[in-house]
């Protein structure tokens, strides 16, 4: 039975120097109390980079000892979104560049996910072309790009890129709008309750938006088994059946677009995992690690979806995506 990792992280240390010089105001590089580096956002720690994050050959190893085949690596928050336009395209190379060679030297291994300037739609598109020619086998989003939804107009053309090449995309958290004001900050709330919240509203907002009509070829991951999505699809259903500006846009209920995208299972509980395979469907969850954040859980993750029924182990475990990464 193949495993395929298809939300796991790597980082790449001039990116981090990148960040460090030139993410002022919001993003700082700062110290632990123990001497470690950790990225923050508005003065919420959300990144904590470990060895692993540099080192493919680690990475290997610990997939070796828990059975996982292949990952297919992305960036995490903030991913490229500070600095100009030139400090942002720079970054998006680095890291784009580090996991193209990461594939090359274990191409039976290694995948990637491209990341991209988004602030700056042009040099995206520039972007994406490059890493496909490169390898990338899909592309890396956050859920708020610096604050701006993913709806918003500016991005169309890059948005129309991806779907043009019909590269699946992940939509991956980060510190949502208004953290400052949110106190996440205290018990690091951003990455426990804040990436959740992210999530849910970048993927609603795409669903009453008619993104996904937009854009048919779209095909979009919602990260960490969909944030809430599973748990509140009554509640978007029944607020578009009641409430007709909820419908301008779509007139299937949310529910049917929920089915249409699809989910890692980046989840802590084997129930929370058997909910989202029963709104998202059997064949739209792919297992995922979270490697190797601190909160990561490759060998735990993969029990879960072992834990599933029978029937949808195979599927989840790899089968899933190597359909829809075409592997």
């Given at each position: 039975?193949t495993?395929?990792?298809?939300?796991?992280?790597?980082?790449n240390r001039?990116?981090?120097?990148q960040?460090?010089?030139?993410?002022?105001?919001?993003?700082?590089?700062?110290k632990t109390?123990d001497?470690?580096d950790c990225?923050r956002?508005?003065?919420?720690?959300?990144?904590?980079?470990v060895?692993?994050h540099?080192d493919?050959?680690?990475?290997?190893r610990?997939?070796?000892?828990v059975?996982v085949d292949?990952?297919?690596?992305?960036l995490t928050?903030?991913?490229?979104?500070f600095?100009?336009?030139?400090?942002?395209t720079?970054?998006?190379?680095?890291?784009n560049?580090d996991?193209?060679?990461?594939q090359?030297?274990?191409?039976?291994?290694?995948r990637?996910?491209?990341s991209?300037?988004?602030?700056h739609p042009?040099s995206?598109?520039?972007?994406?072309r490059?890493?496909?020619k490169?390898?990338a086998v899909?592309?890396?989003?956050?859920?708020?790009?610096?604050?701006?939804?993913?709806t918003e107009?500016a991005?169309?053309?890059?948005w129309?890129?991806?779907?043009?090449l019909a590269l699946p995309?992940?939509v991956?958290?980060?510190?949502?709008?208004?953290?400052?004001?949110?106190?996440?900050?205290k018990?690091?709330l951003?990455?426990s309750?804040?990436?959740m919240f992210d999530?849910?509203?970048?993927?609603t907002?795409?669903v009453?938006?008619g993104?996904f009509?937009t854009?048919?070829k779209?095909k979009i991951?919602?990260?960490?088994?969909?944030g809430?999505?599973p748990?509140?699809?009554?509640?978007?259903d029944?607020c578009?059946?009641?409430?007709p500006?909820r419908r301008?846009?779509?007139a299937t209920?949310?529910?049917?677009?929920?089915r249409?995208?699809?989910?890692d299972?980046v989840?802590?509980?084997?129930?929370?995992?058997?909910?989202?395979l029963?709104?998202?469907g059997?064949?739209?969850?792919?297992y995922?690690?979270?490697?190797?954040?601190?909160?990561g859980?490759?060998?735990?993750?993969l029990a879960?979806v072992?834990?599933?029924p029978?029937?949808n182990v195979?599927?989840?475990?790899?089968?899933?995506?190597q359909r829809?990464f075409?592997l």
């Open positions: 039975m495993v395929i990792d298809v939300h796991t992280h790597m980082l001039q990116w981090l120097e960040l460090r010089n030139h993410g002022a105001p919001h993003y700082e590089v700062a109390p001497g470690r990225v956002f508005d003065g919420a720690q959300f990144l904590l980079p060895a692993a540099y493919y050959a680690m990475r290997l610990d997939m070796d000892k059975g292949v990952a297919i690596v992305s928050a903030p991913n490229c979104y600095g100009s336009q030139e400090v942002s720079t970054a998006a190379r680095l890291v560049d996991m193209a060679q990461g090359q030297a274990y191409p039976d291994r290694i990637w996910m491209a991209l300037p988004w602030e042009a995206a598109v520039e972007e994406l490059r890493s496909y490169r390898g899909g592309v890396m989003v956050l859920a708020n790009i610096n604050g701006h939804s993913l107009e991005f169309a053309p890059v129309r890129a991806i779907d043009e995309v992940l991956h958290p980060t510190a949502p709008p208004g953290t400052q004001y949110l106190d996440l900050g018990h690091n951003a990455g309750v804040g990436f999530t849910s509203l970048a993927i907002r795409m009453f938006d993104f009509d854009y048919p779209l991951i919602a990260s960490h088994a969909g809430t999505l748990y509140i699809v009554g509640r978007l029944r578009h059946e009641m409430d500006d301008t846009k779509i209920p949310p529910s049917d677009y929920l249409r995208i699809y989910y299972a989840t802590y509980r084997v129930e929370a995992l058997k909910l989202c029963e709104v998202g059997a064949d739209n969850v792919m995922g690690s979270d490697y190797p954040h601190g909160i859980d490759m060998k735990g993750c879960r072992r834990a599933l029978e029937g195979k599927a989840v475990s790899g089968g899933n995506a829809l075409k």
